[in-house]
């Protein structure tokens, strides 16, 4: 009876570890709902934009293809500025695109890589499109199966649009295309005459995942797409405060309009940015009288 015994004993002890593992699961998993819970609605950081870039690419890839369709996507990254600029700097990008494409490039590798599972930076192959236009197509091969293989066109303009067909008929109906930071925002940017072909080719898209940043009243204005959320809308005040500007009664799925936008900023901030900083000149003075 004593082996009986024993295993017993050690039954009862690797139940009691499975409980106490169980245990440990569920306060970590809902610790991880509690962060994602209180997330800020805007990336604090280049890293933390990347990942949730990742994790919206990858949820709105699989929603699509459970509704048996092609998958083609939007993604609006907000590349972060030059280790050198400086709050003097009037353009920090004065190679326009040119100087962009570097710093555009690392991202949209670490984006793929972390969008095709299993897959290493490798396996990502790149060639140019456009180098006037500063156009290029990246290609992550995905080690499991050909049709998980994602495509992404980086800076794709109104001038490459008979590229971007032939790319998205080379990609075919399986494999996801992704247009990495486009440029151009509807079909009219293509042109009077390729107006109905343009919008044709556009509807088969849907956002991704998208980071920006527009001036409305005068206000700093972030709006971020998530597949999980929709899109939200924060001010970020003169004292890098973080405001909510998004109305309940909007369609989350729909980008907000920029004159919906300006009420609502309005109806939250009554006092226009100049109007505060004049406040703020009247209590403290100037900067350069202040003692720092």
Do not use: H
């Amino acid at each position: 009876f004593f082996p009986f015994r024993l295993f017993r004993r050690r039954r009862r002890k690797n139940s009691i570890m499975m409980q106490l593992y169980s245990a440990v699961n569920t306060i970590i998993t809902s610790f991880l709902l509690l962060v994602g819970a209180c997330q800020a609605l805007i990336p604090a950081t280049p890293g933390e934009q990347t990942r949730r870039a990742i994790i919206s690419t990858r949820d709105t890839i699989s929603k699509i293809r459970e509704a048996n369709k092609p998958p083609r996507i939007y993604v609006d990254y907000l590349i972060p500025l030059p280790p050198a600029t400086s709050d003097a700097d009037i353009d920090p990008w004065p190679g326009g695109l040119a100087q962009q494409y570097p710093y555009a490039e690392e991202i949209v590798r670490e984006l793929l890589a972390g969008v095709v599972e299993d897959s290493i930076p490798e396996k990502c192959s790149s060639q140019v499109i456009s180098a006037s236009d500063c156009c290029g197509l990246f290609i992550q091969e995905s080690p499991n199966s050909p049709e998980l293989d994602v495509a992404a066109l980086l800076f794709p303009s109104p001038d490459q649009l008979q590229n971007m067909k032939e790319i998205e008929q080379m990609v075919g109906d399986k494999r996801t295309l992704l247009v990495f930071n486009r440029q151009f925002t509807r079909a009219a940017d293509f042109g009077f005459f390729k107006k109905g072909e343009s919008q044709k080719f556009l509807d088969k898209f849907e956002w991704a995942f998208a980071f920006q940043e527009i001036a409305c009243r005068g206000e700093d204005v972030k709006l971020v797409f998530e597949q999980s959320n929709g899109w939200k809308a924060s001010v970020i005040d003169e004292n890098g405060e973080e405001i909510d500007v998004m109305d309940a009664s909007w369609d989350a799925a729909i980008r907000p309009d920029y004159l919906e936008l300006e009420k609502k900023i309005n109806e939250i901030i009554p006092e226009p940015l100049w109007m505060r900083k004049m406040g703020e000149v009247q209590e403290k003075g100037f900067k350069f009288q202040r003692k720092q």
